[in-house]
C-alpha cells in the first residue's frame, strides 16, 4: 500500500523559533498534499491542501505567514511553523493523494510538536 | 457543505462481541464515506470505504460498513471485537475544497475500548 513518512515524529522548541515538518511519500507520486492538526482527544481540522507547484490553499483561520507549506515536489511537502509559541503546540498530520482523483487519502504517521 | 455526525464520543464492548460504532452523513450528491482508526500518538490507517455498489462494505482487519441512504448512514461493524482493536475510529466524507481538490470531512471521533 500507499506509504507516507513525516519526519520528525516528535520535536520540541522554544517559543520564537522555527520549525520544519517534511511529509514525504515514499512510494506514489502525490499531486496533493493536506496538512492537518489535530487537539488532544478532538477531531482532525485540515489547515491547509497543497498541490505541488502551486501555492497552498488555507482553511479560514489558518494564518499562512505563520504555517508556512511548500509542495515542491511530487513526494514532498513541508510545513514550517514559524515564531512557533506554546499554543502552537499540537500534533500535526500530513495526508497524501496519489493520482488526480483518488479517493483515498493515506495519512503520515505525525509529527508531535512542543513549544516551550 | 458536507457533514458528518458520530454521535458516541466512546463505545465499550467486551472482547469477543460485535461491535458497531455509528456515523450519519449530511451530503449534496452522491455520498464517499470513509472509515479510518487511530492508534496513539500515530497517523490514520484506512480501513474502508463506500464509493459505489454494494451497500455493505468489507474493509481491512475484519470490519465492514454498512451504508444506508434512507437512514444517512454509514456504520462500522465487526462480528467479534479483539482487544488490538481499541482505537480512535473516524468517519469521514469526502468534500470538495476550496483548491479544487477532494478533501475529507472528519467526525469527531468515536473512542473504542474492548474489554478483555
Known amino acids: 500500500g500507499a506509504v507516507v513518512s513525516q519526519h520528525p515524529s516528535r520535536v520540541i522548541c522554544k517559543s520564537g523559533t522555527s520549525v520544519k515538518i517534511e511529509c514525504r511519500s515514499l512510494?506514489?507520486?502525490?499531486?496533493?498534499m493536506f496538512w492537518y492538526r489535530q487537539f488532544p482527544k478532538k477531531s482532525l481540522m485540515l489547515m491547509a491542501t497543497s498541490n505541488e507547484g502551486s501555492k497552498a490553499t488555507y482553511e479560514q483561520g489558518v494564518e499562512k505567514d505563520k504555517f508556512l507549506i511548500n509542495h515542491a515536489s511530487l513526494t514532498l511537502s513541508t510545513l514550517t511553523v514559524t515564531s512557533a509559541h506554546p499554543e502552537d503546540s499540537s500534533f500535526y498530520i500530513c495526508?497524501?493523494?496519489?493520482?488526480?482523483?483518488?479517493?483515498?487519502?493515506?495519512f503520515g504517521p505525525g509529527t508531535r510538536l512542543t513549544v516551550t | 457543505a458536507q457533514s458528518v455526525a458520530q454521535p458516541e464520543d466512546q463505545v465499550n464492548v467486551a472482547e469477543g462481541n460485535p461491535l458497531t460504532v455509528k456515523c450519519t452523513y449530511s451530503v449534496s450528491g452522491n455520498p464517499y464515506l470513509f472509515w479510518y482508526v487511530q492508534y496513539p500518538n500515530r497517523g490514520l490507517q484506512f480501513l474502508l470505504k463506500y464509493i459505489t455498489g454494494d451497500n455493505l462494505v468489507k474493509g481491512s482487519y475484519g470490519f465492514e460498513a454498512e451504508f444506508n441512504k434512507s437512514q444517512t448512514s454509514f456504520h462500522l461493524k465487526k462480528p467479534s471485537a479483539l482487544v488490538s482493536d481499541s482505537a480512535l475510529y473516524f468517519c469521514?466524507?469526502?468534500?470538495?475544497?476550496?483548491?479544487?481538490?477532494?478533501?475529507?470531512?472528519f467526525g469527531k471521533g468515536t473512542k473504542l475500548s474492548v474489554i478483555p
Open positions: 495526508s497524501a493523494l496519489g493520482l488526480a482523483g483518488a479517493y483515498e487519502q493515506y
Open positions: 469521514a466524507v469526502r468534500d470538495k475544497g476550496g483548491a479544487g481538490s477532494y478533501q475529507l470531512t
Open positions: 512510494d506514489f507520486q502525490a499531486t496533493t
